[in-house]
């Protein structure tokens, strides 16, 4: 089989989907003044992200210096959290309540491309053995919005509406190739390269370069820079008129696959399935 090195270019998009901010170009814009901005309601979801980005319990304290509140404020809106159920506490520790899922989930249920795109991803799954996800970008962080898990003794696990960095995910770096090139400037100097395996990229004109070749061979293979031990190959999902959806993947456990494998075998069975997506959807 010839070597699958390079697909249709990752074409830049603005789609919000993809958490691309621009800033407003013309007077018919409505903008936002002091005086509607909500600084109570800010401050309470800001809250509620700090749980997702340290992903465990936590003190009052912990949660104040996570925040750059006060413990005093912090308090009031934990507290007001808890009433409302979305927080609960031992008398120490605070965590997220289930009920927050249905802050997210309500949003994920109404992207029907994925409910689309499911069949043709278990499909991948059972011709491979392997898992695959699909994933959006939220600023730069990357949210599972669909799955399928392979049913293999050791086998790759992932929670739709779970979130990870996009700057070591495959699905991630797709994504953020198809930025506007304009925007790279600040996604590059905003990146927090914190390494999560001594394979993670932490230099960012390193970075800057792994996305130039994204964007030019229009896929990402991330090589135990998230995890030690997996690999990912991912491709960007696209409507017929040529706007990013989100990316699908496939992860698969070193063990079974090496760099090769996943470009010559894997890689086109995951284009394959994109373009049957792609075909499916009606815009």
Not at 146 to 171: C, K, L, M, W
Not at 254 to 267: F, G, N, V, W
Request: glycine share 6%.
């Amino acid at each position: 089989m010839a070597k699958p090195v390079k697909t249709n270019p990752v074409q830049a998009t603005s789609d919000i989907r993809l958490g691309t901010v621009t800033p407003d170009s013309g007077d018919d814009q409505e903008k936002l003044s002091s005086r509607d901005f909500v600084s109570s309601l800010s401050r309470g979801l800001e809250i509620l992200s700090s749980f997702s980005r340290t992903s465990r319990k936590m003190t009052l304290s912990e949660v104040a210096a996570e925040t750059n509140m006060s413990r005093a404020t912090a308090r009031r809106f934990l507290l007001t959290l808890v009433k409302e159920g979305f927080v609960v506490t031992d008398g120490k520790l605070f965590d997220l309540t289930p009920k927050v899922l249905d802050l997210g989930f309500s949003v994920l249920s109404k992207i029907g491309v994925w409910d689309r795109a499911r069949p043709f991803m278990e499909r991948l799954s059972e011709q491979t053995g392997e898992s695959c996800t699909a994933a959006i970008l939220d600023g730069l962080d990357v949210v599972y919005v669909a799955g399928v898990q392979a049913h293999n003794i050791i086998s790759v696990g992932i929670t739709v509406g779970s979130r990870q960095s996009a700057f070591y995910t495959a699905n991630g770096r797709v994504l953020l190739a198809a930025q506007p090139e304009e925007n790279w400037d600040g996604i590059i100097a905003n990146a927090r390269l914190v390494p999560r395996t001594r394979h993670s990229v932490t230099n960012k004109a390193e970075l800057r370069g792994i996305l130039e070749d994204v964007r030019e061979q229009g896929w990402s293979l991330v090589d135990q820079e998230l995890e030690e031990g997996l690999l990912s190959i991912a491709i960007p999902l696209r409507y017929r008129s040529g706007v990013i959806a989100g990316s699908i993947n496939i992860a698969i456990p070193s063990i079974r696959a090496t760099r090769e494998t996943m470009i010559e075998t894997y890689l086109p069975k995951l284009q394959q399935t994109a373009e049957d997506i792609q075909l499916s959807l009606a815009h």
